[in-house]
């Protein structure tokens, strides 16, 4: 008799009599679990925690996250609205945008979030508008090379985020000039980071630098810490890396009269593992050199794949105790669109759903409608309960901002 395999509790057949397919699945408890593992990794320092909302932006994960007591970093306008919609305080949001018009941060600062830039004309204009009047974060770019892909890393030299160590003296007349009130202090070096030494390396300069600033209240260290992706990969050790900057955190309070507080960023750490994507299997089809298994989804709704070349660990989720045999997983998009190459699943046979492990960052916040596709349902397994929290997109939803006119 085939036994389902449950995701916090909830067998996957209900998940997916209660959503259909495909679907993305958030496991509540393992979002808690994250939460709670950094809380008491830090609990030394004073430490504050904002959930990168980029990452998993739906309605319900943010007010989880509230209720779990993290802040909110955000990186546009729309963010912003969503976290304060979602019920947190303007002083609970961090605004970090790149590249961005003026106007969004003029909204940004009539909404009373905090607000970080990270450009030298932008600081200018800031300064100019607002004086000392808003407090400000600068963003560092501390030309550090790290992170798993080169389009994650975002400290190094030839990155566009941040204003350069070595322009802070230009930084320096510019906040004397308009007698600009910073607050903090920024920097994030990318994703998928192991080395604590990273951090203390960034921590080093942006203390360097904090000598400076008097009146800081808070200095980031982003976050990038890395997740498992397959069975047998390796993490950022979260203990060791609190242990060594913590040490370092409290030397340098012990050093100022008014002590910092230690802001993080952490988005696909807290919320990655928590999410599965549900997908069946559609055809699968033997050529001459290889067996594909080709599912209902692609990368419009995962491009993390073809992307980043990430890995996503693929189980077959109707044949758990099937024999293993070698697939490469394709979906259904009109594009080279391949989930994995070569990977050894439980016998997979047409109807079969298959789960996409580590799909609860940068998967639906990155979906989109090619090939006029629809985007999946989201459901949250949360105290062994699912709920749609998001329904499947119709025709009607990706045809409803377009104008018909007359030709």
């Not at 393992?30 to 004073?46: D, E, G, K, T, Y």
């Not at 798993?148 to 007349?173: A, C, P, Y």
Request: charged share 20%.
């Amino acid at each position: 008799m085939h036994t389902s395999p449950t995701i916090g509790g909830v067998s996957i057949d209900d998940i997916c009599s209660l959503s259909g397919t495909p679907v993305y699945v958030y496991d509540a408890e393992v979002i808690a679990r994250n939460v709670h593992r950094l809380n008491a990794a830090f609990a030394q320092i004073p430490v504050r925690f904002m959930y990168a909302a980029k990452a998993l932006s739906n309605s319900a994960i943010l007010r989880l996250m509230k209720k779990l007591g993290t802040g909110l970093d955000t990186v546009s306008i729309q963010e912003v609205h969503r976290g304060l919609r979602a019920g947190f305080a303007p002083s609970e949001i961090l605004f970090t945008p790149n590249m961005i018009s003026f106007e969004e941060i003029r909204e940004a600062v009539s909404l009373g979030v905090h607000i970080n830039i990270d450009t030298i004309s932008v600081l200018e204009r800031f300064g100019h508008e607002y004086g000392n009047s808003v407090p400000v974060c600068i963003r560092v770019n501390p030309h550090i090379m790290a992170g798993g892909n080169e389009r994650i890393s975002t400290g190094h030299i030839d990155s566009k985020f941040g204003i350069s160590i070595h322009q802070m003296r230009h930084v320096l007349r510019v906040v004397a000039s308009h007698s600009m009130h910073i607050n903090g202090l920024h920097m994030h070096t990318g994703s998928d980071i192991l080395d604590a030494d990273v951090f203390l390396q960034g921590a080093e300069m942006l203390f360097e630098i904090a000598e400076s600033f008097p009146d800081l209240e808070f200095v980031d260290f982003g976050s990038g810490f890395k997740v498992p992706y397959k069975p047998d990969d390796i993490a950022t050790d979260i203990e060791d890396l609190a242990n060594k900057l913590s040490a370092r955190v409290l030397a340098f309070n012990d050093s100022r009269s008014k002590p910092v507080e230690v802001w993080f960023e952490p988005g696909k750490f807290l919320v990655s593992e928590s999410g599965t994507l549900l997908a069946r299997v559609n055809v699968v089809k033997q050529t001459t050199s290889t067996v594909f298994a080709g599912v209902e989804t692609g990368l419009n709704h995962l491009i993390r794949p073809m992307l980043y070349n990430a890995y996503h660990h693929i189980t077959n989720a109707s044949n758990p105790s099937g024999t293993p045999r070698v697939y490469t997983v394709v979906g259904y998009i009109c594009e080279t669109d391949t989930f994995g190459w070569d990977r050894k699943i439980a016998e997979i046979r047409e109807g079969d759903v298959l789960a996409f492990a580590n799909a609860g960052a940068y998967g639906m916040t990155m979906a989109s409608n090619y090939n006029s596709r629809l985007r999946p349902a989201e459901v949250l397994v949360h105290n062994a309960k699912a709920s749609l929290i998001r329904r499947r997109e119709t025709l009607d939803d990706i045809l409803a901002t377009e104008i018909d006119i007359d030709l």
